[in-house]
Each structure stands twice: as structure tokens, then as C-alpha cells.
């Protein structure tokens, strides 16, 4: 090979490793880059959810919560938000019990969210899925008041008269 097309194949060989290097570099700094901005979304949701301002934190966490599917407190923090947030013909219901059953199959059983899901449930009058939990939550605690209630109501709309 002549010393020419040597050099010139170095050249262009360092100015492809410059290159992939310049490119993974960028890539790498913009990846960090939206990791703290998502970061962020959750922190800023997160205290607009404790705030009670339900707005804000359903702007920043259903980001969030988009990109980390698996994070139970921002979703539960996010069905609370978007169940407080009204929307036409109820939509904003229907969306947070969604959010609130994704929460409880990450916390199987958890009191909190089974109590919100039920108070859901109970403002779209949905009777089957209103006894259903509150058997659930009745089987785990029996003199459980909100579940016992629910489910009397929800015997009562049934007009299972003899089981309220």
C-alpha cells in the first residue's frame, strides 16, 4: 500500500472513532438528561400531590408514570389525582380506577388504595365490582365499616333485600 492511501485510510479511520465517539457521547448526556427531568416529574408531582394542588400532579406524574409503570406510590398518587380532576361524563373516574387497579396488582391488598378503589366504585355505582371488593376487603377485616357499608348499598341497588 502506498504511504498516501495509508494516511489517508488513518484519517478517515479517526475521524469515524471521533465521530461514534462524538455521537455515543451526545447520546449518552441527553439520556441523563431525561432521566433527571423524569426524576424531577416525580418529585414535583409527588409534592403537588401532598399540597393537594391534584392539577399540577396530574400533569407531572402521568409523565412519570408513563415511563415507570412500576413505581406503586406515583401511580397511587396519580388515581387520586386524576379522580379529583373532573372530566366530562365522568371520565376521570373510570381513568382513576383504572390507575388504582394497575396500583393494586403492584400492592396486592394494600388497605389504602382498596378503600379509594371501593369509594370509586361506589360513585359510578358499579354494584358487582362493589361487592366483589368488599368481600375482599371484608374477608381480611371482618368489622371493616366503609366495606360494610358499600356492600349493604350495594345489596340494597340490587334489591338483594334478605343478604343487606
Known sequence: MRPTTKRRLLILFAVSLALIVGVGGFVMLRMRHLDAVTQQ????????????????????????????????????????????VSMPNGRHLLTAISYLNNYLDLRKGDSQGQHKLLELYTRVRWNPEILSLSGDILQSAPNDLPALRAKAAALLAQQHLDDA
Open 41 to 84: 416529574e416525580r418529585v414535583d408531582g409527588m409534592a403537588a400531590y401532598a399540597a393537594g394542588r391534584y392539577e399540577a400532579a396530574l400533569d407531572q406524574l402521568s409523565d412519570y408514570v408513563g415511563k415507570n409503570k412500576d413505581d406503586a406510590d406515583a401511580l397511587y398518587a396519580l388515581a387520586v389525582s386524576r379522580s379529583m
